[in-house]
């Protein structure tokens, strides 16, 4: 099943079975505990390497018909895992980039350090293919526990089995009208990234997908008549 099929499902999902709830003043419809497989369709027949993902990306060539984010914009939000972040002392703004690649937290000498969780994630499966400890983490309770904005996406774990990689992710809520297909082509960015970087120790390793989990998946009210016109209701 495509991307843009299983976009469309929840889509109407949501709008068809879910139950009206208000969130921070913002109305929303939602459906509660939402697990999908989202297979990767972005490879030739075997493997794509994820620079030519990116181009394809940025040449609009898996844009999805009337999501309002394509082309350059969506290049910008997926190729935002390659770009350089450096936290300051000061107030913290999270994005998943610098929560994945530097994950602010101490060690135990007291020392205040920056984590990068892909490397980790690598190394963990580079010493062990049958591991299940490849995960990065983006909730940081002594960031996120006082804020009023926190990170959407929570959880990540690789996986390999059989000569492929899986992802399993946990998102506490998400937007399925404004950010769900974004965030599925960051995460699908990340799997071809980690396949990229694995396959000189496993020779023939592929990406096979994403293994979707939300807490809360919704449509703002605000964007309820843009997504009825998109699955036809």
């Known amino acids: 099943m495509s ?31 939402v697990h999908e497989f989202i297979p990767n369709q972005f490879q030739t027949p075997i493997y794509l390497h994820p620079e030519e993902f990116l181009k394809g990306i940025k040449k609009g060539a898996y844009d999805i018909r009337d999501y309002p984010m394509s082309g350059e914009s969506l290049y910008d939000y997926v190729s935002s895992l390659d770009d350089e972040y450096i936290i300051d002392g000061g107030d913290f703004v999270y994005t998943y980039p610098n929560r994945i690649l530097q994950y602010n937290t101490v060690d135990l000498f007291g020392e205040n350090i920056l984590i990068d969780q892909i490397e980790l994630m690598i190394s963990r499966l580079e010493n062990n293919s049958g591991s299940n400890r490849a ?40 937007d399925a009208y404004g ?11 990340i799997g071809l990234k980690l396949v990229d970087e694995l396959r000189e120790t496993y020779p023939g390793l592929t ?18 008549d843009a997504a009825k016109k998109i699955v036809g209701l």
């Open 135 to 174: 995960v990065a983490v983006i909730y940081n309770p002594g960031l996120d526990g006082v804020a009023e904005d926190i990170p959407c996406l929570q959880f990540i774990q690789a996986l390999i089995r059989d000569k492929e990689l899986t992802l399993t992710i946990i998102f506490r809520s998400n």
């Open 3 to 33: 991307l843009e099929t299983i976009w469309k499902k929840l889509l109407k999902e949501i709008l068809t079975k879910g139950h009206a709830h208000e969130k921070d003043d913002s109305p929303l419809q939602e459906i509660i505990g």
């Open 179 to 189: 950010a769900w297909p974004a965030n599925m082509l960051f995460i699908n960015y």
């Open 207 to 224: 990406f096979k997908g994403i293994y979707y989990n939300c807490s809360s998946l919704h449509i703002y009210k605000t964007d309820m």
